[in-house]
């Protein structure tokens, strides 16, 4: 997220400037529901160095690349996966067809909450997800930095422990690319072949796997 609003900063500086709040996409989300300002932990660590540890926010990153004016204008709040940021607005329940009032939680990433229905929320289990890019995250109940992996992300999924991942960015994609590219010359039987992952020998239960039945 730094990266988009130092974009934004340079290449359109009115509409920067003249911008209240800069957020993720899951906390405007939130903004409409409720009319309040907040920033799930989720991605305030994962895409904006937010750390708990330290502080929080990191005022002396965000100076260093230019950027020293952001903090006024990331929300203030940063709450916990699933916390009640509030009621559902009459505006919006009404646009939805949903009941005025029913509480509304604090969302985040989607590979990341799918840890919750992987059950994957304590050291010692690991997700994998294959979609556009492929990833694993993991629990930790200790900081750490190792050389390829990001992370340790602070509360990102679970307070007190630590959010820790690796994988192959845009893996996925390209591999959709290959198949649309080059796969039509192939047979009918190989094309098929290559364009859908049996997850038959995944199923929930299967040799302490679980898989989710669809890909995001």
């Given at each position: 997220?730094p990266?988009?609003?130092?974009?934004?900063?340079?290449?359109?500086?009115?509409?920067?400037?003249?911008?209240?709040?800069?957020?993720?996409?899951?906390?405007?989300?939130?903004?409409?529901?409720?009319?309040?300002w907040?920033?799930?932990?989720?991605?305030?660590?994962?895409?904006?160095y937010?750390?708990?540890?330290?502080?929080?926010?990191?005022?002396?990153?965000?100076?260093?690349?230019?950027?020293?004016?952001?903090?006024?204008k990331?929300?203030?709040?940063?709450?916990?996966?699933?916390?009640?940021?509030?009621?559902?607005?009459?505006?919006?329940?009404?646009?939805?067809?949903?009941?005025?009032?029913?509480?509304?939680?604090?969302?985040?990433?989607?590979?990341?909450?799918?840890?919750?229905?992987?059950?994957?929320?304590?050291?010692?289990?690991?997700?994998?997800?294959?979609?556009?890019?492929?990833?694993?995250?993991?629990?930790?109940?200790?900081?750490?930095?190792?050389k390829?992996?990001?992370?340790?992300?602070?509360?990102?999924?679970?307070?007190?422990?630590?959010?820790?991942?690796?994988?192959?960015?845009?893996?996925?994609?390209?591999?959709?690319?290959?198949?649309?590219?080059?796969?039509?010359?192939?047979?009918?039987?190989?094309?098929?072949?290559?364009?859908?992952?049996?997850?038959?020998?995944?199923?929930?239960?299967?040799?302490?796997?679980?898989?989710?039945?669809?890909?995001?």
């Open positions: 997220m990266c988009k609003a130092l974009w934004l900063k340079e290449n359109e500086p009115a509409v920067y400037h003249q911008a209240a709040c800069i957020c993720e996409c899951a906390d405007w989300l939130t903004y409409r529901l409720t009319g309040r907040t920033a799930n932990i989720n991605t305030a660590a994962i895409r904006c937010h750390d708990r540890n330290v502080g929080g926010w990191q005022g002396d990153f965000f100076e260093k690349i230019g950027l020293g004016d952001l903090l006024e990331l929300p203030s709040e940063v709450l916990d996966l699933g916390t009640v940021v509030g009621g559902l607005w009459k505006e919006a329940a009404e646009h939805l067809g949903l009941p005025a009032g029913i509480p509304v939680a604090e969302g985040g990433a989607d590979a990341y909450t799918a840890q919750i229905g992987l059950d994957v929320v304590s050291p010692g289990k690991l997700a994998f997800y294959t979609s556009s890019s492929h990833l694993l995250l993991d629990q930790s109940a200790n900081e750490l930095h190792v390829g992996i990001w992370g340790a992300y602070t509360d990102c999924v679970i307070p007190g422990q630590y959010t820790v991942e690796t994988g192959q960015t845009s893996s996925g994609s390209i591999m959709k690319w290959f198949k649309d590219q080059f796969c039509n010359l192939c047979t009918h039987h190989h094309h098929e072949s290559f364009g859908g992952l049996d997850l038959g020998l995944s199923r929930s239960g299967c040799s302490r796997c679980k898989a989710l039945p669809f890909s995001t």
